[in-house]
């Protein structure tokens, strides 16, 4: 089981279902888990892509298209209380500091997109996921339908705080800021869930695509729910990402098919002490002061500006005096060099009594950031 976010607390931990697929509609699961207890949502709805009967290609071979009893709604209205309705519950269960994504086609995402507004979800950004092998129009009426929408919401307008990973995204995509255009390939080969020689669901998303969502939007040991749970790819993914995962699914043969999936899934063996905290993750904050607190300068240390010959003395209340000028590192060095501002962590240097050397004030700042990360981990 991958381990527990901090964020969570311990009476939400033992009353979610965590790593469980749940058997039944989710529009009523929803209600029996705590409220603002799910860090990220992931929902893949039925289309209501509203077909009025077999389609075949121009050979006159049968096309596996999306015929299920779950994708039937007897109108565009029910469809859409349908949608009011998973759509508020998910809202009830998802964090104060949570997001949701939705993925559909043109068929649904303008109405999804119109009740998420009107439920006061607030949308961060529409994602068009571009197929690199879509299926073809076969009658050849129509544009290839090679994209489908994602929109990727947080709980109201006010929210300002939410999990995105900017700076691992950008790090993983060659330093380039990710865009919302995402050229990932519809499923197939041996990714493809097979039940009895055929294809186990019709709308199987690919892996990479909730690889990309999961990373992006949430941090390890955060809590995943998927509410269209299906054969399983958000779990799988979770799983592989050390989430915890929660799916629902009404149809009892997809939840068998997922749970053999997942017992499948291998988490990736990697020692906690090898695993370094999250890019976006905020540094701590330390104030000079807490240097001469915790003895490692004292008053009368003298610290140099650089590679410059200014010198500055450390007081006993934690400013500095330099050239006539008394403050703080930050605006004593800014003085010093004729800026409006700087920061002094990075332009004052301290003598290392040991060896002589100067070294970067900012040296004794991240001693103080490990020390303080190691307290947290021997709390936990």
């Given at each position: 089981?991958?381990?527990?976010?901090?964020?969570?607390?311990?009476?939400?931990?033992?009353?979610?279902?965590?790593?469980?697929?749940?058997?039944?509609?989710?529009?009523?699961?929803?209600?029996?888990?705590?409220?603002?207890?799910?860090?990220?949502?992931?929902?893949?709805?039925?289309?209501?892509?509203?077909?009025?009967?077999?389609?075949?290609?121009?050979?006159?071979?049968?096309?596996?298209?999306?015929?299920?009893?779950?994708?039937?709604?007897?109108?565009?209205?029910?469809?859409?209380?349908?949608?009011?309705?998973?759509?508020?519950?998910?809202?009830?269960?998802?964090?104060?500091?949570?997001?949701?994504?939705?993925i559909g086609s043109y068929h649904n995402i303008y109405r999804v997109g119109a009740i998420l507004q009107n439920l006061g979800y607030w949308i961060l950004n529409d994602v068009v996921w571009v197929k690199a092998n879509p299926m073809p129009n076969f009658r050849g009426t129509r544009f290839c339908n090679a994209h489908e929408t994602l929109l990727w919401v947080k709980k109201s307008e006010k929210q300002s705080k939410y999990t995105f990973n900017?700076?691992?995204?950008?790090?993983?995509?060659?330093?380039?800021?990710?865009?919302?255009?995402?050229?990932?390939?519809?499923?197939?080969?041996?990714?493809?869930?097979?039940?009895?020689?055929?294809?186990?669901h019709a709308t199987q998303k690919p892996e990479a695509l909730l690889y990309r969502i999961i990373r992006a939007c949430s941090n390890v040991g955060d809590v995943v729910l998927d509410p269209f749970f299906g054969t399983g790819t958000t779990g799988a993914l979770a799983k592989r990402l050390r989430r915890n995962y929660i799916g629902i699914e009404r149809e009892a043969h997809y939840v068998e098919i997922a749970q053999e999936r997942l017992r499948e899934v291998e988490i990736p063996l990697i020692p906690d002490e090898m695993v370094p905290p999250p890019l976006d993750t905020p540094k701590l904050r330390i104030p000079f002061g807490v240097v001469l607190e915790q003895g490692l300068l004292s008053a009368g240390a003298v610290l140099r500006l650089g590679r410059t010959e200014h010198f500055a003395t450390v007081q006993d209340d934690a400013t500095i005096t330099c050239n006539g000028f008394r403050g703080s590192i930050h605006?004593?060095?800014?003085?010093?060099?004729?800026?409006?501002?700087?920061?002094?962590?990075?332009?004052?240097?301290?003598?290392?009594?040991?060896?002589?050397?100067?070294?970067?004030l900012d040296t004794l700042r991240e001693i103080l950031r490990r020390e303080e990360e190691r307290k947290k981990m021997v709390e936990v």
């Open positions: 089981m991958p381990p527990r976010t901090r964020k969570t607390t311990p009476t939400t931990e033992l009353s979610l279902p965590l790593n469980q697929v749940l058997n039944g509609d989710c529009r009523e699961i929803l209600k029996t888990l705590p409220k603002n207890s799910v860090d990220l949502i992931f929902a893949d709805p039925p289309y209501n892509l509203q077909l009025k009967g077999e389609l075949w290609r121009p050979d006159l071979s049968h096309v596996d298209a999306v015929d299920d009893d779950w994708d039937k709604f007897s109108s565009n209205a029910e469809y859409d209380r349908f949608t009011y309705e998973w759509l508020a519950a998910c809202r009830e269960v998802l964090k104060d500091d949570g997001t949701l994504w939705v900017y700076k691992s995204l950008k790090a993983s995509n060659d330093d380039l800021q990710m865009r919302s255009d995402w050229n990932i390939p519809i499923c197939t080969g041996d990714e493809r869930l097979k039940y009895n020689g055929e294809k186990a605006k004593v060095a800014a003085q010093c060099l004729g800026k409006p501002s700087c920061n002094g962590w990075e332009h004052w240097y301290y003598q290392d009594t040991r060896t002589g050397e100067y070294l970067m």
